[in-house]
């Protein structure tokens, strides 16, 4: 049979008729006949800059998406690392920013093959400061996902802030100026668009870390929680309690009486006490006196001394006399560090405190329970008679809780111990009958930490739910809730002078409470991982911070500006810090299983600016030494060896045990808990 003419006509005009420019051209006469005349020319340009298909026309192959970003992004890496040392460390923060968009920007726009291998190239170069939020972004693989993503909208719908001084700012924007053609329009178009630059007077310094984020910068609501809170900060006294007057002079005459029995000269050449170190002396050194800097006394409602009261007094009073100096410096006093290491505990211990007189020590497991043991291997007598049969144990479990135990602490007297757990509450247990005294129950959620005030009275408890609470022992209620942060409370502690409380969270800031308000003074942001450690020196001046980035953090209380930040932890977390009785030496335990020293005022403008010696034995102390990692198939080098900064005094290492607690007893030794993994 003949084939007709125009028989395969049909199929060859749907196809036309179906193609992309048909179709416009179909819409274009109808806009026209209709009398929308703006569209219609609107819609004639976008036609002419697609091809057959519909695809926008690309006239270079570089301005694809998977060479456009990778282009621009290795352009600005490669003039950074051939920059000025001068100016590396300010440039050097503007990478992460850039990364993240350039990556967001890719998937948003369907370019996943290209987004990933982008991703995969670059970041290793981020882990080390920045690898929380690279662990939740890295679960973002569909356009849907930066819809749908938390922490992606965030990105996305705030500007990152970086600051730069004036001086390298300029020399920034002439680069992508003059190299527009290179990448510099693609990195300009992404830092005008979600970069905001922050111009600061002066010049670049070399004493600047570009690893670690700036004091304001990041994003809004994310790693400063609330904002910048530089300005206008509320006036905080950092002054020490004074004294209930009466009991000064009770502690005076006891003293007073204490040094007329030690006049014996040989007796006194046997505790090592040189004539003019009197306890009376010793005692106007660290009495607690009103002065300009000093809340009130009626600020902190405490219940009446008692004789107990005055003997502690002077228990402190004698073992500030007795205890050893510490310092940092050019020739360092290093602190000699005891070491409890505890076998058996099958990954369920979570938690150490010791008590002040060093004599007890309390520990939390997973199975909900709280073990008490004595450090000096007496057995725990209990006042209760039927205790302690059929002998006295040396160990005293305390049961009570209904789920893993993740916060103890001692009162400054030692009569008392606080347990917090997963079970919602906070108990408080008698330390003569090893009893369960009290349940207070208020939180909604887990209770991470709890920690007992100065003088006992109070105490602070850390949650779950966002919030951080003030109890007293004798309510069973909370008296403040402390609400502010953005994600669970990890760890809280005290100023010396019990008036302001100190939090650290998971949203990645720690916060200055006023235990009489409520309110929140003073807001440190800086590090990009959850905040797991907390200390207040001794004289209320400085706060340490330190997180799951592996950095330790001092900041000026006064100022809420931080002072520096130290690295040497690897990249592990930071458990525990404690400060040394004059506040200049810190020492940190975490999970890379060592005890490091650290010289607080070393690098800060403050007295002791020069640079730690090494101590013989003590590990590497150097600014260009390298840090151990722990081996595991947990703990694999990611990226470059970790350096430790040269304010790094001593490192002591453990075999195989994670350090949880390290505290200074007021004689100046450290305490050092950990548990030994086979």
Known sequence: MATQPGAGAPAGA????????????????????????????????????????????????????????????????????????????????????????????????????????????????????????LEELSRINLPVHVEENKLAKLYRTNKYRVKLPV????????????????????????????????????????????????????????????????ENLPNVKLGMLPMDKELMKEVEEELREEDTKMKDISRSDELGVTAGKSLIDEFSKIKREEGEDSPAREAIPLPPYTIADVEDEVRQVKEYREKVQIKGGPSPALPSVCMYTFHNTNDGLHCLDFSQ?????????????????????????????????????????????????????????RKYLLSSSEDKS??????????????????DAPVWDVSFGPFGHYFATASYEHTARLWSCDHIYPLRIFAGHLSDVDTVTWHPNSTYLFTGSADKTARMWDVNTGN???????????????????DGKYLATAGEDSLISIWDIAGGKRLKAMRGHGKTSIYSLSFSRESNVLVSGGADMTVRCWDVLHGTGLPTQDAPEPMPGMGPVDGAAKVDLPQGGNNKRRGKDVVATPDQLAVWYTKKAPVYKVQFTRKNMVMAGSAFLP
Not at 426 to 443: N, Q
Request: aromatic fraction near 8%; include cysteine; hydrophobic fraction near 35%.
């Open 167 to 230: 001086t390298t700012k300029n020399l920034l924007l002439h680069f992508l100026e003059e190299t527009a053609d290179d990448g510099g329009q693609t990195l300009l178009s992404c830092l005008n668009q979600h970069i905001e630059l922050i111009s600061l007077p002066g010049r670049a310094s070399l004493f600047v870390r570009g690893a670690e984020l700036q004091e304001g910068e990041g994003i809004v609501g994310h790693t400063s929680g609330r904002g910048d809170l530089s």
């Open 357 to 413: 007189d060093a004599e007890l020590v309390a520990g939390g497991f997973a199975e909900s329970y709280v073990r008490v043991w004595s450090l000096k291997g007496t057995p725990l007598e209990s006042i209760i008679p039927s205790e302690n049969l059929p002998v006295v144990p040396k160990s005293r479990r305390l049961i009570g809780h209904s789920g893993p135990i993740y916060g103890v602490s001692f009162s400054p007297d």
């Open 426 to 443: 906070t108990r408080l247990w008698s330390m003569d009958t090893y009893t369960a005294l009290v349940v207070y129950k208020g939180h």
């Open 14 to 133: 749907a196809h036309t008729a179906g193609s992309p420019q048909q179709l416009n051209q179909i819409v274009m006469e109808y806009l026209s006949k209709k009398g929308y005349s703006k569209t219609e020319a609107m819609l004639r340009v976008e036609s002419a800059h697609t091809d057959a298909d519909g695809r926008p026309i690309i006239a270079k192959p570089e301005e694809y998406a998977d060479v456009m970003y990778e282009r621009a992004y290795s352009h600005l890496r490669r003039w950074i690392d051939n920059s000025l040392d001068i100016y590396k460390p300010d440039l050097k923060r503007l990478e992460y920013p850039i990364f993240i968009h350039f990556y967001l920007t890719m998937i948003s726009g369907g370019h996943l093959t290209p987004g990933k291998t982008f991703w995969k190239n670059h970041v290793n170069e981020h882990e080390a400061t920045h690898g929380y939020d």
């Open 520 to 538: 929140s003074v003073r807001l440190f942001s800086g590090h990009s991982a959850p905040v797991t450690a907390i200390a207040a020196s001794p």
